[in-house]
Every structure is written in structure tokens, then in C-alpha cells.
């Protein structure tokens, strides 16, 4: 079964233009990766300073490697420099 990321993102308001041009290039390389099946960057209606990513790996395995993979070694500690707090991560296997 396949694997669900959904990170959210509390952005400083002078930070969001910044953090959206990292989410471009992050996007970009992540969605060329073996086993990515889904990889983008939502905007919440109520508050455009959370920006939230969903994405949908084959396994576990293809997770671990996205994590290790050069372009989002680079771009992840960039982008926690726009935060007003630390990244909300929650990792879920679907069942049904």
C-alpha cells in the first residue's frame, strides 16, 4: 500500500514568495523520482501563510530515498528558514 505525506507549513508573510519558489524547484525534482506518485504544494483559503504539501509514495522505501536525495537535502533547511514554527509531518500507509 501506497504512502501519504502531509506537511504543513506556517509561513512567515514576508516569507511566502520565497518558500513558494523552493517548493518550485523542490516539486520539480521530487516528482521525477522512482516511486513518486504525487508531490504538490496546497494553500489553505482561510490563511494563505499555511501552505501545506501532500504527497503519495509507492513504499516506504521510496520515501526514505526521497528524503535522502540531494535536491531536498538542499532545499528542506532553506525552506524551514521561512517558517514562524517547525513543520507539522504526519506519515500515513493506506489501508482501504
Sequence with gaps: ??????AKNQVKPEKIQEFMDLCEKLVEG?????GCIEYGVYQELENLGILTMLE????ERSL??????NHFREIFPLLSECLEKDT?????R???
Design 56 to 59: 503519495e509514495w509507492k513504499d
Design 30 to 34: 521530487s516528482i521525477k523520482e522512482e
Design 64 to 69: 526514505d530515498e526521497h528524503l535522502n536525495s
Design 1 to 6: 500500500m501506497t504512502i501519504r505525506v502531509v
Design 88 to 92: 507539522e509531518i504526519n506519515v500515513y
Design 94 to 96: 493506506k489501508k482501504l
